[in-house]
């Protein structure tokens, strides 16, 4: 009898939908092969999961979610691996690589607040409002458009954010939409499922560049498994392939972590070249610079380096 396929994840129940959503397209593609038709999901626990008062940036940065589950992998204990691949480090262990990025969900983020009020913005906060996120990032283009936000860390999963803000201690959170979608959280354009005391808007990409990466869903394997490769690599996303290897070969040139106060989304415009927005605060400077490029799409790359080239002469 055929061996199921081992799929590891982190045991969060986003994490899990995620999975979910990754193991159905492949059913869907391979809808004769019972190695994915009945495929064992193996939850790990991760490093990141298990610290809750602390902030990514202190502890070791995003990568601690993908840590353990890279050694289950590396040690076979499971055939391949899904993330979401803002968690997943530019720079891979050469035993490793990606075999197939899904299409990408949408990448903006969305503002949460306590309010029945109508209209919910980032402007229409509050003087010193209090604001949570663990996400440097976040941070740096929040207080560029609002300097008097006090913007403090939150951690803990999806469902564990929205609470601490029913419970009052913050005026607003900021949370990726794709995150809140796979968790069927949204009602309505504003309106949370099971929330009914909080309002959301989806934040611009001119207010908040995403995360290198958000919104795409990886598959992890290692490298000298072929097999693997061939059999994932039948859902990877073409679009989505080119665009985040711009992403990532910008992170590689900028030397960027989970630390950095860096963002970029690469898109295609209708004439089918590369469209590259990068936002960047370094805390040594004390402001940020935004920059867009224009490149190809049959190197990627290049756009990525070029991007982080600029970056550097504005520093």
């Known amino acids: 009898m055929t061996s199921p396929y081992r799929i590891g994840t982190r045991k969060s129940p986003l994490a899990l939908k995620q999975t979910d959503i990754l193991v159905k397209s492949l059913q869907q593609a391979h809808a004769k092969d019972l190695r994915i038709q009945n495929p064992e999901i193996v939850g790990i626990t991760t490093t990141g999961d298990c610290v809750q008062d602390k902030s990514l940036s202190e502890i070791g940065g995003k990568a601690l979610f993908v840590k353990e589950i890279e050694q289950a992998l590396f040690e076979k204990r499971i055939d391949f691996a899904v993330h979401s691949l803002k968690d997943v480090e530019a720079n891979l262990c050469p035993d490793f690589q990606l075999a197939c990025v899904l299409e990408r969900e949408v990448v903006n983020d969305v503002l949460i607040v306590k309010s029945r009020a109508h209209e919910v913005s980032v402007g229409c906060l509050k003087t010193d409002a209090i604001v949570g996120t663990c996400s440097p990032r976040r941070k740096a283009q929040l207080l560029d458009l609002r300097p008097d936000l006090r913007v403090v860390p939150l951690t803990g999963n999806i469902l564990t954010r929205l609470v601490r803000l029913e419970e009052g201690a913050l005026d607003a959170i900021v949370l990726a939409f794709a995150g809140l979608k796979r968790l069927d959280l949204f009602e309505d354009d504003a309106q949370l499922k099971g929330h009914p005391n909080l309002k959301s808007c989806l934040l611009s990409l001119e ?100 991007a982080g080239i600029e970056l550097k002469k504005r520093l």
């Open 207 to 306: 207010e908040m560049i995403p995360a290198v990466g958000q919104g795409v869903l990886v598959a992890e394997i290692l490298k000298s498994d072929k097999a693997t490769f061939d059999f994932l690599k039948t859902i990877s996303h073409k679009e989505t392939e080119v665009c985040i290897r711009a992403e990532r070969s910008l992170l590689k040139e900028m030397g960027g972590d989970c630390k950095t106060p860096i963002a970029a989304y690469c898109s295609f415009t209708s004439s089918s070249e590369l469209f590259l927005k990068v936002f960047y605060a370094p805390l040594e400077l004390k402001k940020s610079i935004r920059i867009e490029l224009f490149g190809a799409m049959d190197d990627p790359e290049a756009l990525g380096i070029r």
